[in-house]
């Protein structure tokens, strides 16, 4: 049982281009969610999915697109890197918001 | 709209100190409230969760009490170790959207 797995780990990118963040769980959850983290201001929502097929804008879409064709993955895609999306990036999966979420382990990305 | 506010650090203490990092929050309805530990260069992990009022929370020594009169969720442990020198995040979940999570309190424990 692997949880939640991101890919890639760490990734540098130069403004303008464009890259997929993977996160794939096994744990057959429905909710899935993208954050990111940035130093002193806690995590905040990206986009999120209720289930294949339906996904919705977080607090911080812009420059963000997601897709949820499965219920295993749910990618994350950067449309045209900026040094603001510098960050570090969770992907993290729920059966139910109650129950609490399972973080993936991070892509930490560099934008330059 | 839903917010969740906790004490900011870095809170550094001694080891076998007692501990509390204080969270409060503003949301609609009767939210579930979680603590959440990051360890160095690591995702996050649930620590303890609490889903009405009244309820307690446990684990790994550490406790935090669903206070719907002070809309708080303070967490507390008795005796800290190097060992939780960790950023804990308080967050929520309303049923309106993924967690929202405070900004986080980074503790450090020195021996």
């Known amino acids: 049982n692997a949880g939640v797995t991101q890919t890639p780990k760490f990734q540098v990118l130069k403004t303008g281009q464009s890259m997929t963040l993977q996160c794939a769980q096994d744990?057959?959850?429905?909710?899935m969610s993208w954050y990111r983290q940035d130093p002193g201001m806690g995590l905040r929502l990206i986009h999120y999915?209720?289930?294949?097929?339906?996904?919705d804008q977080g607090e911080v879409p812009n420059g963000y697109n997601v897709s949820r064709s499965t219920t295993e993955d749910f990618p994350l895609r950067l449309l045209s890197a900026a040094p603001s999306q510098t960050s570090v990036y969770f992907c993290?999966?729920?059966?139910?918001?109650?129950?609490?979420?399972?973080f993936g382990s991070g892509t930490r990305l560099t934008v330059v | 709209g839903d917010s969740v506010t906790q004490m900011e650090g870095p809170v550094t203490l001694s080891e076998e100190a007692f501990l509390t990092i204080n969270c409060t929050y503003t949301?609609?309805?009767?939210?579930?409230l979680f603590w959440y530990v990051q360890y160095p260069g690591e995702g996050l992990q649930l620590l303890l969760k609490?889903?009405?009022?009244?309820d307690k929370g446990s684990n790994k020594g550490f406790e935090a009490t669903y206070r719907k009169e002070t809309t708080s969720f303070h967490l507390e442990k008795g005796s800290v170790q190097v060992s939780d020198s960790a950023v804990y995040f308080c967050?929520?979940?309303?049923?309106?959207?993924?967690?929202?999570f405070g900004k986080g309190t980074r503790l450090s424990v020195i021996a």
């Open positions: 949301a609609t309805g009767y939210p579930s």
């Open positions: 999915s209720v289930g294949a097929g339906i996904t």
């Open positions: 967050a929520l979940y309303s049923g309106n959207t993924p967690l929202v």
């Open positions: 609490a889903t009405k009022a009244d």
């Open positions: 744990m057959n959850h429905e909710y």
């Open positions: 993290a999966s729920s059966k139910g918001g109650n129950y609490g979420y399972t």
